[in-house]
C-alpha cells in the first residue's frame, strides 16, 4: 500500500481521551479484553 501524500487540513494524529466522558458518570459497559474478542469474532464472522 502506498498512502497518498497529506492533503492540507489533514490530522497527522489523533488522541483521544475519556476523562470528560468519565467525569459525567459515563462507564464503559464492556471490558478491553472482551470488546477485542467481541471485535475478533466480528471479523471472523463477517
Same mark, same amino acid.
Do not use: C
Given at each position: ?7 492540507? /487540513? *489533514? &490530522?497527522?494524529?489523533?488522541? &483521544?481521551?475519556?476523562?470528560k466522558l &468519565?467525569? $459525567? ?9 472482551? /470488546?477485542?474478542? &467481541?471485535?475478533? *469474532? $466480528?471479523?471472523?464472522?463477517h
Amino acid at each position: 500500500v502506498n498512502p497518498a501524500p497529506p492533503r492540507p /487540513g *489533514d &490530522l497527522e494524529r489523533s488522541v &483521544l481521551s475519556p476523562a470528560k466522558l &468519565l467525569a $459525567h458518570g459515563w462507564r464503559p459497559e464492556v471490558g478491553f479484553a472482551e /470488546g477485542i474478542r &467481541l471485535t475478533v *469474532d $466480528h471479523f471472523r464472522a463477517h
